[in-house]
């Protein structure tokens, strides 16, 4: 009899509409509220995304999975609530959880120890924590939206259990050592990172969407193009991102699409119902990493007044020798399309911070100067590998694409693309540490909106205590004013805008939630905090902030 792998994920949902996915052991049909799909297949592996129609506007839909008949979930030992869908009404306040950077590591010491008192420790699961929380709380009390933003899966450290099979599989000697390397390998991640109970609940009762960034793929993903040079000749890298775009576009980015976006999809046709799509699937992938064209991968929400919009700061990017950009042209028009219209609020995820301290800040748009031949052609190489060593992948090493976005921030801001949003909100990770800040623009922009940073990481992967006070140093005036200083004497563009930080940074491991109610927003940081054996593990208010 089909058993359930992974699962069941709550992903989109609407007022009316909802899909859940699931992976399960062979192939089968899987049913959740009279609604029936069979499951496609690839390389061995099975999965299936439901798509439930037809439901009221506010209603609460307690739900079971069933495989051929039989129930699968919930499991027959949990004693967590219900699953649910909850479907959104309108003039209903909206809360948004959303952060980056989970590493899958147990939950026992000395994983849960800080990773200056052990190399392995990564303290609490934040997302673990929450959900915790949640089966305690009223339902009235739950999110209804979480936002993974980036690096759901690490393919170059942690996850023990994974490391383990893969020493047992193959001769670790030889390269990529203990990294993933297929599809196989990728789906051990996700189970590994997903199978905790108390991650299936929450994953099955909040709607989730999620965006990758460079630790779903390989460290250091599209960060200049002598990383793409040097992969190339590596023997196992294409294999790798092959399987790599296959499984993200199972595993995460298919039920971020609408049921509307799912009816239009080609691939999504070719593949759904399919008792082995492998070559279908693969063959697809293969054409995007070669030709790094074929798909968009970002994508938008509309909730009752509020678009959500993802943008996909990594796989789009442009590496060309005479330009850096985070999206080709193609992808670049799409976001301007959808930033335009009429909305009470506009979010805008990006996994990598848009504003970073402003110290660092300016050194990366130095550095791409120099990249760039700035300061004379002896100079590129070396700056270049400065890029790579300190990761400088965030919009300040793109100074082309920075610039965009706050013109396009701009003629939203004031009014130039429909009616001015009550608040325009920038959500990202990346970073491991998390700060709001306010965005100033120049008076004759015209700005209407207020617009706002917030970056939340990491639910849990915290740094050490030497990597906080470099980060600290980001923030200080003095660096800052000495940063400037270089950008400037490298020719690098003024950023035409100014950031006032308000909160942070905090280094906790931690989740940060958005609340639209109205024409209202409210920015709020929980961190994880032990709690006493009765009260086990819980999230502490670190700040709370009216945005509009």
């Known amino acids: 009899m089909p058993q359930l792998v992974l699962g069941p994920l709550l992903r989109y949902v609407s007022e009316t509409e909802a899909s859940v996915w699931v992976e399960t052991d062979e192939p089968c049909e899987v049913e959740v509220l009279g609604h029936r799909e069979p499951t496609f297949g690839v390389a061995g592996h099975h ?25 699968r ?56 924590v929450l959900a915790a929380q ?32 893969i020493r047992a599989r193959r001769d670790t000697d030889e390269p990529p050592g203990e990294e993933v ?13 997903w199978s905790d109970p108390l991650i299936r609940w929450l994953f099955s009762t909040v709607s989730v969407s999620m965006a990758w960034d460079d630790h779903d793929m390989s460290d250091d993903w599209n960060i200049s193009r002598s990383w793409h040079e040097e992969m190339d000749r590596k023997e196992w890298w294409h294999e790798r991102a092959i399987d790599g775009i296959a499984s993200y576009w199972i595993y995460q980015h298919l039920g971020n699409l609408s049921l509307r976006e799912l009816d239009e999809s080609e691939i999504y046709s070719r593949v759904r119902g399919n ?39 990594r796989a789009a990017r442009v590496l060309s020798e005479d330009r850096r950009s985070m999206f080709d042209e193609k992808v670049w028009e799409w976001i301007v399309d959808h930033a335009s219209g009429d909305f009470d609020h506009l979010v805008i995820g990006t996994t990598v911070p848009y504003l970073l301290s402003p110290g660092f800040h300016h050194l990366e748009a130095w550095n791409e100067r120099l990249c ?50 009550a608040s325009i909100v920038i959500l990202s990770g990346d970073v491991h540490h998390a700060y709001l800040c306010e965005i100033a623009f120049k008076r004759d922009a015209g700005m209407k909106s207020p617009v706002y940073q917030a970056v939340c990481s990491p639910y849990r992967n915290p740094l050490g205590r030497g990597e906080r006070r470099v980060i600290r140093t980001g923030f200080s005036r003095p660096f800052a004013a000495f940063a400037r200083g270089l950008a400037h004497a490298a020719g690098a563009p003024d950023p035409g805008v100014r950031w006032r930080l308000l909160e942070g940074p905090y280094f906790d491991n931690q989740v940060a939630t958005l609340r639209l109610d109205g024409r209202e927003a409210i920015a709020r940081l929980d961190k994880t905090v032990t709690g006493e054996a009765d009260d086990g593990d819980g999230l502490e208010k670190t700040f709370e902030r009216r945005l509009a």
């Open 275 to 313: 008792r082995d799509a492998t070559d279908v699937l693969r063959g697809w992938a293969k054409e995007i990493e070669t030709t790094a064209a074929g798909t968009r991968w970002s994508f938008c929400r509309d909730i009752d007044g509020v678009r959500a919009l993802f943008l996909d700061s």
């Open 47 to 71: 999965y299936a995304l439901v798509r439930i129609e037809s439901l009221e506007p506010g209603g609460f839909y307690e739900y079971e999975v069933a495989l051929d008949g039989e129930r």
């Open 372 to 421: 760039d031949g700035a300061w004379g052609g002896a100079l590129e190489r070396p700056s270049e590998r400065l890029r790579r060593a300190l990761d400088f992948d965030h919009w300040a090493a793109f100074q082309f694409s920075f610039r965009r976005l706050r013109e396009l921030l701009e003629e939203v801001g004031s009014g130039k693309r429909g009616k001015a949003p």
């Open 134 to 165: 949640m089966a305690r709380q009223e339902r009235s009390e739950w999110p209804e939206l979480l936002f993974l933003l980036g690096d759901q899966i690490y393919v170059d450290e942690g996850s023990p259990r994974t490391r383990e099979k």
């Open 73 to 128: 979930w919930p499991l027959p030992s949990s004693d967590l609530p219900p699953s649910a869908i909850r479907t959104f009404l309108p003039g209903k306040p909206i809360d948004i959880c959303f952060g980056s950077c989970r590493v899958a590591v147990p939950h026992e010491e000395p994983y849960t120890q800080t990773k200056d008192e052990h190399e392995d420790g990564h303290e609490l699961d934040a997302l673990r």
């Open 181 to 193: 390397v297929d599809f196989e390998e990728y789906s051990w991640l996700y189970e590994e990172s």
